[in-house]
């Protein structure tokens, strides 16, 4: 059982990732950002819930919709709007934007827009964590939609024939891009396929931020200990379409929207800890009032910020400038 403090602490988190989705689509709409954003609104209880129930030297591997994850897991707010703004001081320099970037201070492997490719990246890094005997536990968080890519197959094979200290972490949102889950996948829970690799497999309420914790810490001590994988199917829905310029309703009814919306994990767990007498409204709205304004503050400063020269191209490269014929 979760005590107050720490459940209050994964609200406020909460919050501050749905604030990060909202300045981004801010940003998006004013052209104040490069590429275009893949909102995490709705999906919130899964990062969260994930992350808190990690150790600082776990690693986690995300994907496009990954803002959320980079600050559970301590992404410091300016250098990730930096990046996702294009600004020098960014992760990657401002060369990678939301899509591309990592640092390994804070046990970020990296994010892809590559689908499916969190998958052998998270595998990789558990075969490594076995192979030097340490108890790291990695995280794969990937869409429903990446979870019929082959590759995804192969990687879940190789870490239960070696047991990998790994969790794969599907957030179904039932939708990959436009295409329903219904539609393109023959099994009516993606968990079950845990099975034909040897570990176990559990689908979850990903909109449950205590349930998403206690499974997670689980999964994570049994990687700890040796025991191999696991693979958490987190049910969840994403509020807004897939990509800036989707409007989301063209194959989804306003209907269905609405009622995923009103399954909202921060109203949720708020609802949970007033009913508990724990929380008020007015102690919510002060700290939520509280997160939007630092971030406001802190989009400002990237904002400021300066583009990268075009000398950072050279830089932070692996392949050889010249070659000598010599």
């Known amino acids: 059982m979760l005590d107050t403090a720490k459940r209050k602490a994964m609200l406020r988190q909460m919050v501050l990732l749905r604030a990060f989705e909202e300045k981004l689509e801010e940003l998006y709409q004013r052209k104040a950002m490069f590429g275009s954003t893949h909102s995490y609104r709705g999906q919130e209880a899964i990062a969260v819930g994930v992350c808190s129930a990690l150790q600082s030297s776990d690693l986690i591997a995300s994907y496009h919709r990954g803002t959320g994850h980079l600050i ?104 990959a891009m436009t295409v329903s889950l219904e539609k393109s996948t023959a099994v009516k829970q993606y968990s079950v396929r845990g099975a034909a690799y040897g570990f176990e497999g559990k689908t979850i309420d990903g909109n449950d931020v205590e349930a998403v914790y206690e ?63 724990h929380l008020s409204e007015s102690e919510f709205q002060k700290t939520s009032d509280e997160v939007y304004a630092d971030l406001a503050a802190i989009a400002e400063r990237a904002e400021a910020a300066p583009l990268p020269k075009k000398e950072v191209d050279l830089t932070s490269i692996y392949a050889p400038l010249e070659v000598s014929h010599g």
């Open 72 to 175: 559970a897991k301590g992404a410091d707010l300016y250098t990730l709007l930096c990046e996702c703004m294009g600004r020098a001081e960014g992760y990657s320099k401002g060369r990678g934007g939301k899509m591309h970037m990592g640092d390994m201070a804070f046990g970020f492997i990296g994010n892809t827009g590559t689908v499916g490719g969190t998958v052998p990246t998270a595998t990789g890094a558990a075969l490594s964590a076995k192979v030097r005997g340490s108890k790291e536990v990695v995280i794969s968080f990937f869409g429903d939609g990446a979870a019929n890519q082959g590759v995804v197959h192969e990687a879940m094979n190789m870490a239960g024939l070696w047991k990998l200290p790994v969790i794969y972490v599907c957030e179904n949102n039932q939708y």
């Open 215 to 277: 499974e997670t810490a689980r999964a994570a001590a049994k990687g700890r200990s040796g025991d191999g994988p696991t693979f958490l199917e987190c049910m969840t829905y994403r509020w807004d379409g897939h990509f800036g310029g989707d409007p989301g309703t063209a194959y989804r009814t306003k209907e269905e929207i609405e009622s995923w919306k009103q399954k909202c994990p921060i109203k949720r767990l708020k609802e949970k800890l007033i009913a508990e007498g």
